[in-house]
């Protein structure tokens, strides 16, 4: 009899990796941090093991919307008030928060459930070239 294999949680053993967003469009980025924080990119991949890994993105200020996406693009965000619906374009999304951007389109590429809430708080987004995990050695990679 064949036995299916499982993938092990990897605990504290989990790879990083680095992303430079600067010139890269937002989905295909976005493509790419989901695999890694899925694990997708393996051939052990179980889609109920949350053995992916950490990903660091710096530079998100300075991703790229194709066409006409600056000011056509927009985000929601609910207050839970009457009257709380606030919507802002890509544009004014990128003059205050950046690094949202990135997180948004990372979460509508996993599935809704509770392993994909535990995976969202691997993606490291930062706004400048700056980051603060250089003593974890990530291992920069390229779209």
Known sequence: MQK???APNPGDNRQWFL???KGKPLGRLAVLIANKLRNKDVPQFDPSVDAGAFVVVINAKEVLLTGN???LKTYQRY???R???KEFTAAEMRASHPER???EAVWGMLPKNNIARKMMTRVK???GPEHTH??????KIEL
Do not use: H, T, W
């Open 69 to 71: 996406r600056e000011n």
């Open 101 to 103: 951007m990135i997180l």
């Open 83 to 85: 009257n709380g619906l």
């Open 125 to 127: 987004v930062f706004a």
């Open 134 to 139: 250089a003593a974890q050695k990530p291992v």
């Open 4 to 6: 299916s294999y499982r």
């Open 79 to 81: 207050s839970g008030y």
């Open 19 to 21: 992303v430079d967003a």
